[in-house]
Structure formats: structure tokens, C-alpha cells
């Protein structure tokens, strides 16, 4: 969880940064407050659109592998946005990185089903929302603190905002590709007796035969809510 919860507080911190990099970037780039709106919000348009496919494609691929794309790509569009030279440039850029983007959060709540059971899942949820928290107490000096960079190695202020929300974000994708488990199955931090309970609980929840109030639910809360965080905290 505390894996997941990173990578939504990178994202985060990805969706704010324009409005950081606004402050500079309007003035250098010659953008209307027009200009500027309209390229804000074709990322919402990109993640939209892309959103129900970015889910289909990720059930097909493995959350390990589709999760890396998609916040390596959303972090090399970041990077590119560092080199914005036009309006043009800027809708583009920005219609991309909701594209590259989409399906993230709905692709992390469809996870969580496939590793925890329904009685744990809205604290799981009620966790990982925490790092969105985080995000906006991390966001605003940090994006502050990039804007007064302005000139260092070359790089205007609001360049700096990009370049160095883009780069943790495409070091994350690739952590991702080595340490995310798609599913149960494939953890080797699980016995095989850890993962046929798991799995067993969750098909019987999933058929509509298990009861929410089932005393077994503790093997499962022993098993990954206090030994786990101790070796890996698995994702």
C-alpha cells in the first residue's frame, strides 16, 4: 500500500505542477489566460476519453507492467513540457499526459480487490487517499521552492517544475516494472497456504457465498496487515 499511495502522491503532484509553472510560464511563453485555461483542461479531456480503455488493456497486461507505462509515459510528457515553446505545444502535451495518465486510480482500486478481502478494503482505499493529502502539503513549496531555480544551468523556473516532477515519476515506473506483484499468485512474499486462503476468500466473496462478519478474515489481517510491513509491504 505504501508503494501504491507514492505513486498517487507523484501523480499528484504531476496533475498541480501547471498551475506552478504558470506563473512563470505564461509571461515567458506569451500564453493567454485563455490559451492557458484550455491547455489545463485538455488533460482532464485525454484521461476522460482514455480512462475505460487504460483499465481494459490493464486486466490484459498485468497491473506490474501497465502501471510502469503508464507513469514512465506520464512522466517523459512532464519532461517534455519543460521544453514548451508554444501554445500549440502546450494542448498537445497536456492532452497527452491525461491520456498517459488514464486509468491510473481506477487501475489501483480494481487492484486492491484482487488483494484484499471486501472487510478490509475500505480502510485499504481510506489509506491510499491519504497520499493525495500529502500531495497538497508537499506540492506548494515544492513547486515554490522550484520557481525561485529560474536561471540555474539555463532553465527558467517553471521549466524547473516539469524537469523535476517528470524525472521521480519515470524512476518510479521503472521500480514498478521490479516490485509490483500483479496478483496473489505471483507473490513470493506469500506461502502458498497464505495465497490459497486469499484467493479462496476472495472467490466466495466474489459468488456471493461468503459473509461479511466471517471470523477466518483474521489469518488474513495477521498474515498481511502485521507481518508483511516487516519484510516488504508488498505494494
Known amino acids: 500500500m505504501p508503494f501504491l499511495g ?7 503532484i ?5 498551475s506552478f509553472a504558470k506563473l512563470q510560464m505564461v509571461g515567458d511563453l506569451g500564453l ?10 485538455l488533460f482532464f479531456i485525454g484521461y476522460f476519453i482514455f480512462e475505460v480503455p487504460s483499465n481494459l488493456l490493464l486486466n490484459r497486461f498485468g497491473a506490474r507492467l501497465w502501471f510502469a507505462r503508464i507513469i514512465i509515459s506520464w512522466g517523459l510528457v512532464t519532461i517534455a513540457l519543460a521544453y514548451t515553446s508554444s501554445p500549440t505545444m502546450f494542448y498537445i502535451l497536456r492532452f497527452l499526459l491525461g491520456v498517459c495518465e488514464a486509468g491510473f486510480f481506477p487501475g489501483v482500486l480494481y487492484l486492491l480487490t484482487l488483494w484484499f478481502p471486501r472487510d478490509y478494503r475500505g480502510r ?14 508537499i506540492g506548494a513549496p515544492l513547486g515554490g521552492m522550484l520557481l525561485d531555480l529560474d536561471g540555474l544551468w539555463g532553465y527558467a523556473g517553471w521549466e524547473w517544475v516539469f524537469l523535476a516532477t517528470g524525472i521521480p515519476a519515470v524512476i518510479a515506473g521503472i521500480v514498478t516494472i521490479f516490485y509490483l506483484d500483479d496478483k496473489p499468485e505471483t507473490a513470493a512474499f506469500l ?3 497464505e495465497k490459497d ?13 461468503f459473509p461479511r462478519a466471517d471470523q477466518s478474515a483474521r489469518p488474513f ?6 507481518r508483511i510491513p516487516a519484510r516488504r509491504l508488498w505494494s
Do not use: P, T
Not at 504531476?14 to 501547471?18: H, L
Not at 485499504?124 to 502539503?137: C, E, H, P, R, Y
Open 221 to 226: 489481517h495477521v498474515a498481511l496487515l502485521c
Open 32 to 41: 493567454s489566460e485563455y490559451a492557458y485555461g484550455l491547455g489545463a483542461s
Open 14 to 18: 504531476d496533475r498541480q505542477n501547471v
Open 197 to 209: 486462503w486469499l484467493n479462496k476468500r476472495i472467490a466466495s466473496e466474489n459468488s456471493g457465498r
Open 191 to 193: 506461502s502458498q497456504d
Open 124 to 137: 485499504m482505499v481510506g489509506l491510499f487517499m491519504i497520499f493525495s493529502a500529502l500531495a497538497n502539503a
Open 6 to 12: 507514492l505513486l498517487y502522491l507523484i501523480a499528484y
